[in-house]
């Protein structure tokens, strides 16, 4: 265990709200729904949080709840819903393209939807408490409480190699839109997006990043990762690599900012958005707000 990783009492609500929607999605019944539950609440009894992130919790718990499911080892539990998250976006993309086509400022525009587009998360809001049509629909009320727009696009015109670190399914459709500006601005510039390794909530595997149409624009690869996040340590060596050749490495999404904000490397880019207190205390953004901010 890494002694300086500890979930905040704060995460704990979040956690069960996890677990409650992990047991409905997974086709647990009662008994099942408890002995996901005790599974979990035992871990954190055992460590008292001392030496873990949530990401550790909820990749056990997926395991356990795929194992009391009974549907084998390959299953992935939201498989369906993250479909439906890529079919749902690409609704909206030929709306979203035409919108950065036409402006004035397209990177920033690509940006802005991009990170609006990480409200599809089932991490941070329970399955069936999001709607996400109405979430993609009202994009343009949403403001950034920090955008490091200048570094980020200074840096992006410098660059050769781009390290894309990818969060959920149907934010990537958006995420595929962002990737067609960026080589429009940047003819060079080498994109590769990473997923994770396993189905993991509906964080993007290589099958979600087929569906969306990801390798149209970008070499995509699997980071090695199993969790909602990626710990460094805990990825793959291609991926450590490409991490550390990277002129610029944007990093979506909640579990990634969690994950690699202590890495403080000025190449990287945080962009999400802000869904919980913890996260605003951690960036100094207010709950709901939009951040693109460099990592320091």
């Known amino acids: 265990m890494n002694s300086n990783r500890r979930i905040p009492a704060a995460c704990y609500p979040c956690i069960f709200e996890q677990l409650h929607s992990l047991a409905r999605v997974a086709g647990l019944d009662e008994g099942g729904g408890k002995m996901l539950f005790e599974h979990s609440m ?7 949080g001392e030496g873990l992130v949530v990401q550790h919790i909820i990749r056990s718990a997926t395991d356990r709840a ?8 390959d299953s992935d539990p939201y498989g369906a819903i993250k479909k439906q998250s890529n079919d749902i976006a690409r609704q909206f993309a030929g709306e979203f393209r035409n919108k950065i086509r036409c402006s004035s400022e397209p990177l920033r525009d690509a940006v802005k939807i991009a990170a609006a587009g990480n409200i599809i998360d089932f991490g941070a809001r329970p399955h069936g408490s999001l709607d996400i049509e109405m979430e993609l629909s009202s994009i343009d009320e949403r ?4 955008f490091d727009f200048a570094e980020f696009s200074m840096r992006l015109k410098l660059a050769g190699k781009l390290l894309y670190i990818c ?15 960026i080589r429009r601005s940047n003819p060079g510039l080498e994109v590769t ?4 390794a396993l189905p993991i909530i509906n964080d993007a595997v290589l099958a979600d990043a087929h569906d969306a149409g990801l390798f149209d624009v970008a070499e995509v690869v699997s980071s090695g990762s199993v969790y909602p996040g990626t710990l460094l340590s805990e990825t793959s060596d ?13 990093s979506k999404g909640q579990g990634n900012f969690e994950t690699l904000l202590d890495v403080a490397d000025e190449r990287l880019f945080f962009i999400l958005r802000i869904k919980c207190d913890q996260m605003a205390t951690l960036s100094g953004v207010a709950k709901g707000e939009l951040v693109l901010m460099q990592g320091s």
């Open 167 to 181: 969060d959920n399914a149907g934010e990537i459709v958006f995420d595929r839109l962002f990737i067609e500006e």
């Open 42 to 48: 035992r871990q954190l009894l055992a460590t008292h």
């Open 143 to 146: 403001s950034f409480g920090r």
């Open 66 to 73: 795929i194992a009391l499911s009974g549907k084998g080892v």
């Open 238 to 250: 291609e991926f450590r690599g490409l991490f550390d050749n990277a002129d610029v490495i944007i």
């Open 193 to 196: 997006c990473a997923v994770r």
